[in-house]
């Protein structure tokens, strides 16, 4: 007898705790802070983003070369070194709507002033539903529908571009800051 396990078209988030220090992080609140920019249209809701700024809001090369680590074990050729990050800045009942990042190939999100509440990503296989158990307590990573992650301050989540995923703010100043690396 022979069996094999074969992974076909898996899915890699990283969850990465604690990846700020705490100067770090009040630094990152900071800049977020002064950023007073409209908001845009995956908002709605009192939210605003520094989305349409071509600058980084990040410029910091610990985070640079750790999100060159991670997205090794993504494999595939990235055309830059480099990364575009921006903030979100929300107030109560925000929410920002199911939405992926084009013209990307790793994403991220750096929680900086959030108070629970959680980043739920969809299972991109439109043949998902036809799972006949949708208990998510009783399934497993080969059958989710959707799967949420709690928004905990300094944790790092990365994940493919291409995977859709929301977020609604349960507080007000609630700050996460994302990114493309592609
Ligand atoms: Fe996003």
Redesign the pocket.
Known sequence: MQKTNLFLFPTLVKVIDDFLNDEELKELKDKCEKVNKEYTRHFEGDGKTSHDILENLVTSEKINNELNDYIKEYGGVFYSDDYQSWSNVQNKGSS?NA?T?PNSTV?F?LYINVDGGVLTFRNPNPYVHYTTNKDPENSSEFLFSTYSFDCINKRMIIFPSWLE?WAYSNCDNRIVI?GNKN
């Open positions: 920002l939405h990042h994403s999100v995923h994302s």
